[in-house]
């Protein structure tokens, strides 16, 4: 256990269907991220909220919807994804100082 | 701009050999380099941080880098690896808005 948890593991999901993926911190960050990792590619940053306010989107396609209701939690909301989209996503956080990143386990999706 | 450079993608070496994984880094602001471990179908994990002071820094399970500025170098090294220290190994550094920028990784293949 990191102290950063990451819902599901594990989601195969049609093209048609919306699902969320959660991730919860109790680490007393104020920074979470979402990051992309695909096979054979770099990490990919999508989204940073720090202080519960977006501050960065990097040219992520809008079927992905990111969620911050508190410091605590972090969604990504999905829907209508395309098979490429497969991936491993991670969740992290950080003091807004960005020294030393806590990592989730990460969701394995599938888009079939 | 602030980059990381992970010269190999894949390191084979035997199993209780040594092991050094390279990282390169340009960064115009003050450096704090970062170290990461990812075990199969797992997060990544912190293995050390340089942020100030001593060049050489000791991690866990055994590694330990070495800040070398007029190299703009942060290589990882192992004395003696062992079978399960097979993983990824992404560096990464501060960028100027305290988000990190990672390397593209680097795969340690212990051949038994």
């Known amino acids: 256990e990191t102290g950063v948890t990451q819902t599901p593991r594990h989601l195969v999901m049609g093209m048609t269907n919306k699902k969320s993926l959660k991730c919860e911190q109790h680490?007393?960050?104020?920074?979470m991220y979402w990051y992309k990792q695909s096979a054979k590619k770099p990490l990919e940053l999508m989204f940073v909220y720090s202080l519960e306010e977006r501050v960065e989107n990097n040219s992520v396609p809008s079927r992905f919807s990111p969620e911050c209701p508190n410091s605590s939690h972090l969604f990504l909301h999905l829907h209508t994804l395309q098979p490429e989209d497969s991936a491993l996503y991670l969740c992290?956080?950080?003091?807004?100082?960005?020294?030393?990143?806590?990592f989730g386990s990460g969701t394995r999706l599938t888009v079939v | 701009a602030q980059s990381v450079t992970q010269l190999d993608s894949q390191v084979p070496v035997f199993e209780e050999a040594p092991v050094e994984l390279r990282c390169n880094y340009s960064s115009s602001v003050s450096v704090y380099l970062f170290w990461y471990v990812q075990y199969p179908n797992q997060g990544l994990q912190l293995l050390l941080k340089y942020l100030s002071g001593s060049t050489l820094v000791k991690g866990i399970n055994g590694f330990e880098a070495e800040f070398n500025k007029s190299q703009t170098s942060f290589h990882l090294r192992k004395p003696s690896v062992h079978i399960s220290d097979t993983a990824e190994y992404f560096c990464?550094?501060?960028?100027?808005?305290?988000?990190?920028?990672w390397g593209a990784g680097t795969k340690l293949i212990i051949k038994p």
């Open positions: 680490l007393g960050h104020n920074a």
């Open positions: 992290a956080s950080s003091q807004d100082d960005g020294v030393g990143y806590t």
């Open positions: 990464a550094v501060r960028g100027s808005n305290y988000q990190l920028i």
